[in-house]
């Protein structure tokens, strides 16, 4: 069956830390990749996306993530956190082809220390 | 670009009843999806409208129904309210081309629904 772990359901981390959130998957085959941001009572907001190409991708707001075929994971990083980064994230995955729609992972809460 | 837009903001509605939930694309994209966030979960797919059409459901029951219009608006109609169906609802939309997809979708902000 097709799913997205997070495996950390809540992390906190004090304001300058580094950051890294877990994302695995499981499909059929190498599916689009992505990182949403969501607010209090907020929408999602895409952070950073991966098609194809370099694995290394770049985002908005600092942040990039790594997808890593061979362990079916595409971990989000930030490498100094602030605290307006305090909100939920949420990891998705779609097909390549045909269905476009996205399933996501049941998200991690970030808690910014002061 | 006013992005995509969804009303009402937040509905309170009572167990049985019915309600529509409406969502404007973003300008330019042609392809409408619906999802339920329920407290403290992920966001689930309930289906996808493109050209009128409904062209896939997620694994929701036949209470839930849509529609798209030619200008590409949608809306969420869910029939005889269940306390479950208390969740935000999100409408996203997406551009779907002749000879390739642009399959990022923009969220709206969502409609937070209430069933007492």
């Known amino acids: 069956a097709q799913s997205v772990t997070q495996p950390d359901i809540h992390i906190t981390v004090s304001e300058g830390a580094s950051l890294e959130l877990r994302c695995n998957y499981s499909?059929?085959?190498?599916?689009?990749l992505f990182w949403y941001v969501q607010s209090p009572g907020q929408g999602l907001q895409l952070l950073l996306k991966?098609?194809?190409?370099?694995?290394l991708v770049q985002g908005i707001k600092g942040f990039e993530a790594e997808f890593k075929r061979s362990q079916s994971s595409f971990n989000l990083r930030k490498p100094s956190v602030h605290w307006s980064d305090a909100a939920e994230y949420f990891c998705?995955?779609?097909?390549?082809?045909?269905?476009?729609?996205?399933?996501f992972g049941t998200g991690t809460r970030l808690k910014v220390l002061a | 670009d006013a992005g995509v837009t969804q009303s009402p903001t937040h509905l309170i509605k009572t167990r049985g009843q019915q309600v529509t939930l409406r969502c404007s694309p973003k300008s330019g994209h042609d392809t409408v999806s619906w999802y339920q966030q329920a407290l403290g979960q992920g966001p689930q797919f309930i289906f996808q409208?493109?050209?009128?059409?409904?062209?896939q459901r997620g694994n929701f029951p036949d209470r839930f129904s849509g529609h798209q219009y030619p200008n590409y608006s949608s809306e969420l109609n869910v029939n005889a309210l269940l306390l479950g169906d208390s969740a935000l609802y999100l409408c996203a939309s997406s551009l779907v081309r002749k000879r390739a997809v642009e399959i990022e979708a923009f969220f709206g902000q969502g409609t937070r629904l209430t069933v007492v």
């Open positions: 998705a995955v779609t097909s390549t082809s045909g269905t476009y729609k996205y399933i």
């Open positions: 409208y493109y050209e009128e059409e409904e062209r």
């Open positions: 499909y059929g085959a190498t599916p689009y």
């Open positions: 991966y098609f194809s190409g370099d694995t």
